[in-house]
């Protein structure tokens, strides 16, 4: 059974700084990786998605790697501002015969002070 | 796009009683719809796998008859929670995709309270 643990829980930063997030998973075979945005009391934001065949993802100040073999993946987000301030999920999809599951992890709650 | 909604957006209600939530793909038909639950500081869990037309495939452990599935066309699926109790009392959020090999879009989520 896929178990996605994501570290830290909770992370504090000033704004400007730059900081990553991490997400692991127990089962490397995955279809995908995608990690995701929700803010408090919301639905989930896709951020990025990694094919299993690639190694990393970029948009904007996010950049998502992966490296399957080792099962994890890190999302880096430059230069924080408080509107990045939100929960970050990574979730896997899996390649076998269930393989649009999805498994999220717990997520990390980011807040960036001004 | 791909917008999938979900009505009511919050729902309060009192135990014993039937609550109804919608799921919508708005602009594009959605083959499969899925449902999940999310607690407080908890991963998202997934409840159940809606497929138009036939009957829903839910989790373990995940009550079917407590928790009934409907989704009887290409852009509407709905999760009724029958007889709630306060331990009913979640997150959920609904996901659509045009298969289910494809992305799954995500609703806003409803919030129940059970009192």
């Known amino acids: 059974k896929q178990e996605v643990t994501q570290i830290p829980a909770a992370l504090s930063v000033p704004e400007g700084e730059n900081l990553v997030l991490n997400c692991s998973f127990t089962?490397?075979?995955?279809?995908?990786l995608q990690w995701f945005r929700q803010d408090p009391g919301k639905g989930l934001t896709s951020l990025l998605l990694i094919q299993s065949s690639q190694r990393e993802q970029t948009s904007g100040r996010l950049n998502a790697s992966l490296d399957k073999s080792s099962g994890r993946s890190t999302l880096y987000i430059a230069a924080s501002q408080p509107g990045d301030s939100a929960t970050y999920l990574c979730a896997v999809r899996g390649s076998g015969g269930s393989n649009y599951k999805l498994t999220f992890g717990k997520g990390t709650l980011l807040t960036v002070n001004p | 796009g791909a917008v999938v909604s979900q009505h009511p957006s919050w729902v309060i209600c009192k135990s014993g009683t039937s609550v109804k939530i919608e799921c919508r793909s708005l602009?594009?038909?959605?083959?499969?719809m899925f449902w999940y639950r999310q607690f407080p500081k908890q991963s998202l869990m997934l409840m159940a796998t809606?497929?138009?037309?036939?009957?829903?495939?839910?989790e373990q452990g995940v009550e079917k008859d407590k928790f009934l599935i409907n989704h009887a066309s290409l852009t509407l699926s709905t999760l009724t929670v029958t007889s709630a109790h306060p331990e009913d009392s979640s997150f959920y959020i609904c996901?659509?995709?045009?298969?289910?090999?494809?992305?799954?879009?995500f609703g806003p989520g409803t919030r129940l309270t059970v009192l």
């Open positions: 089962d490397s075979a995955i279809y995908n």
């Open positions: 809606s497929n138009e037309g036939s009957k829903a495939t839910y």
């Open positions: 996901s659509a995709t045009r298969g289910t090999a494809d992305t799954q879009y």
């Open positions: 602009d594009f038909q959605a083959t499969t």
